[in-house]
């Protein structure tokens, strides 16, 4: 009797183990997929580029993405696949497309890319991004965010280009932040020094060939000029 009882507990142990074992492995097999759209964690002493991060999901995410890659109306584009299917539409007419709703606004098929390779070309110092977003961004309701959240905004992309040096950036200060340094000018081309004439051996020779034929000529000229005077006197 004891020996089955034996037998039967562990045979409910071996089970528990392997119950517990597979538990495991799928729990490790099972890695959470991030939701893109979520706002960015916070920390507990955010900087100015922390606080701009909040700010870029809030106001500029949605259209220029959550990595700052940008948005087309590709069917394929990333960005636009991480947002639900009814809302993957947003060109069409009614939409923000060629007859928005009432008090709606478009927005154009292709928003650019703020972060990466060659972004921002067009600015070559933060102080001109704070001066374009502060006059045309959001793009919905253009000029109504702080000054300090724009300046936020502005250290967030700075520090996505490696281009922040952790300082609180000021509208002053944002001019000494570069971007893009200002290409060199390219220098101009030397013109080619003039060609200097210079003399062949043949000139003397072809110049005195002129001049004993101006002679030549002087002398022909006046033998048959003395000619027509003497038979002028002989008649």
Not at 39 to 68: I, K, N
Not at 151 to 175: K, M, N, P, Q, Y
Request: charged share 15%; proline share 10%.
């Amino acid at each position: 009797m004891k020996r089955v009882f034996f037998v039967g507990v562990t045979a409910v142990s071996l089970l528990i183990c392997l119950f517990l074992t597979s538990n495991q492995t799928m729990a490790q097999d099972v890695t959470p997929t991030p939701d893109r759209l979520a706002a960015p964690p916070t920390v507990p002493a955010p900087t100015q580029a922390d606080e701009g991060a909040q700010l870029y999901w809030l106001h500029c995410q949605p259209c220029h993405g959550d990595r700052g890659q940008g948005l087309t109306d590709a069917p394929d584009d990333d960005w636009r696949a991480q947002y639900p299917m009814e809302d993957q539409f947003c060109w069409n007419s009614g939409c923000h497309g060629a007859r928005p709703y009432e008090d709606g606004f478009t927005i154009p098929r292709k928003v650019p890319a703020l972060i990466g390779e060659e972004t921002l070309s067009q600015f070559s110092t933060a102080a001109d991004v704070y001066q374009y977003i502060r006059a045309l961004m959001p793009r919905q309701v253009p000029g109504t965010l702080a000054d300090e959240e724009y300046l936020a905004i502005v250290a967030f992309l700075s520090r996505a280009h490696d281009a922040w040096d952790g300082e609180t950036v000021t509208a002053v200060s944002a001019a000494t932040i570069i971007l893009n340094p200002p290409q060199p000018a390219l220098a101009e081309p030397i013109p080619p020094p003039l060609a200097t004439a210079v003399p062949s051996e043949a000139a003397p020779v072809a110049t005195g060939t002129v001049s004993w034929l101006l002679v030549g000529g002087a002398l022909l000229f006046l033998l048959l000029l003395g000619g027509v005077l003497w038979r002028k006197q002989t008649r």
